[in-house]
């Protein structure tokens, strides 16, 4: 007997978390997922033809693009051309994660139209381990795209091959506030202000706090955050380019965070804090008024960690 023909497939949804990644001293080596996401709802209408129609709300609706030049689509396109896939493609876009602040904006999008377009072909040119390579080699370093697929955070070491990640455990006992502030950093000018060389005093002492931060994971010893997260090897460069750091990051720790940083490239500055969500608000006002004393506004927001990663589902 014949096997029964497989529908084609006609609706996909994905959900990515943000991230956050180096954590001070793990520069484009750890990252976290965090509680806000981007979701991406695809309709294929497979008795028409067209260019991709886009719908968005949340986060930068206003100023996403609303076709073929979106992020999510540009991404979808390199695993399924028009050639591949030449059917009207309507994409709904829920986004809760600020763009170009340092939350893992891009690296969600990537995923989120790489992923789609696995699903769409019911994974027969690529499987959903082949999209996160294809998002890492795209976003260039893993960092973002390794915690957004598995959730929770991740070490990643992309000079091997095939590239090696796992999970760092966080003790529960810990929550974060991202202080978000009204003006955005790209991450190519972020990685343009930084030194061709460093010293080797900066990377002695780098994996050095590196490995204190992971102590204190590991060990719960709270008391060494503060330390383990003064980076010296990107911060300082990067802080120029966001006026009040240095003054957010003091707001915070006197107000009851363990420590801070920023989070990846910036402006966004994260803080690691007690899961209070007295202490936390607390903390979030206090760099709010910090970043408004440098002239900027900014909003402060509670957050966990991400442990489910990527959701993806579809169907005909």
Known sequence: MAAKKRKPITRVNVRVPATTSNLGPGFDVIGMA???HCEVSLTIDRTRRGPAIVECSGEGAESLPKGESNLVVKSFRQVLPKERLPFALHFKIKNEIPLARGLGSSAAARLCGLL???????FRYTRPETAL???VRLEGHPDNCVPAFFGGCRISVASTDP???FPIRIPKTI????CIPDFEVSTEKARRIMPAKVSVKTAIETSGRLAMLLYAFESESLSLIKTAVRDTLHEPHRAKLI?????VRAAAERHGAFGACLSGSGPTVLALTPKSPQRRAMIGRAMVRAFRGAGSSARAISLDINTNGTK???GA
Not at 175 to 178: C, I, M, R, T
């Open 175 to 178: 929550g974060f506030v991202a």
């Open 34 to 36: 965090l509680s806000l």
């Open 133 to 135: 390579t294809h998002a």
């Open 312 to 314: 993806l589902t579809w």
């Open 243 to 247: 006026p009040g750091f240095e003054k």
């Open 163 to 165: 590239m090696v990640h």
């Open 116 to 122: 789609a377009a696995a699903a769409a072909r019911d």
